[in-house]
């Protein structure tokens, strides 16, 4: 019997059609590919539909100046805003300025803060950035980031904070916990630390819109891009959104 030699394949593997789509950049109806990041034309879309949807977007926290506003930051870290506009309604009346917070007791101000969490080190943060501001700074918060970063509890986020709300001076762009989620949705960013994701933003955002981006990411993200479950049914960035977060 005549052995039948078998013919070596011409052409590659067949691979399978899930493997292809994988290692394909998937497209939006607008063309921008998964993985290539932000590109100018894309950002000024995104903060065109920004401004759109939420054009006078502020800080939540109530303050009458940049010095409320200060505590009023240190207060909200682990708390809502609206539980620190609470706090603040009785403790701003009874501490006015930079000097009685900084005299303060300890002991009192722990018990009026307690509501809104880790109050024994946000009573030596506040008591200790108001001694700087009165004994350093002539009793005014400072203006510049270098300055304003040698309080005592003020890091970047609460300075930027400070800066472009209460001052209007954009040194930074504020990263909170939803700036830091939706600036890797929309792929703004591959990082996750927020000192990173804020040089990022400081590239890629024209300057004049620092403070008004951040706020504005903020609504979004307490209102529509929520952690667990976003709407993006709701979503006005859907389109330049690729996000694997997406849940349409
Ligand atoms: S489409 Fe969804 S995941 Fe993307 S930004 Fe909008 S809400 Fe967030």
Not at 4 to 25: E, F, G, M
Not at 200 to 220: A, C, G, T, V
Request: proline share 7%; net charge positive.
């Amino acid at each position: 019997m005549t052995k039948i030699k078998k013919k070596k394949p011409t052409h590659a593997p067949r691979v399978p059609h899930q493997q292809v789509s994988a290692a394909r950049p998937r497209k939006t109806a607008r063309g921008f590919a998964f993985g290539k990041g932000p590109n100018p034309t894309r950002i000024q879309t995104i903060l065109a539909k920004l401004d759109e949807a939420y054009p006078a977007a502020t800080c939540a926290l109530q303050h009458e100046n940049p010095f409320q506003l200060l505590i009023s930051t240190i207060l909200s870290a682990q708390c809502t805003d609206e539980r620190v506009n609470q706090v603040t309604a009785t403790l701003f009346p009874k501490y006015p300025d930079a000097k009685s917070f900084a005299y303060a007791n300890p002991a009192e101000l722990e018990t009026e803060i307690r509501p809104t969490g880790f109050f024994r080190n946000k009573t030596k943060s506040i008591i200790g950035a108001s001694k700087k501001i009165v004994e350093d700074f002539h009793g005014e918060v400072p203006k510049t980031m270098e300055e304003i970063l040698t309080l005592p509890g003020v890091a970047r986020k609460t300075a930027n904070v400070v800066l472009g709300t209460g001052f209007g001076i954009a040194s930074g762009v504020v990263v909170d916990t939803h700036v830091q989620r939706l600036s890797q949705r929309l792929d703004l960013t591959k990082h996750t630390d927020p000192k990173k994701i804020e040089q990022d933003l400081m590239k890629e955002i024209p300057q004049d819109h620092w403070i008004l981006f951040s706020h504005q990411l903020i609504w979004h993200g307490r209102k529509v891009c929520q952690a667990r479950k976003p709407r993006c049914l709701e979503c006005n960035l859907e389109s330049l959104c690729y996000s694997r977060d997406k849940t349409i």
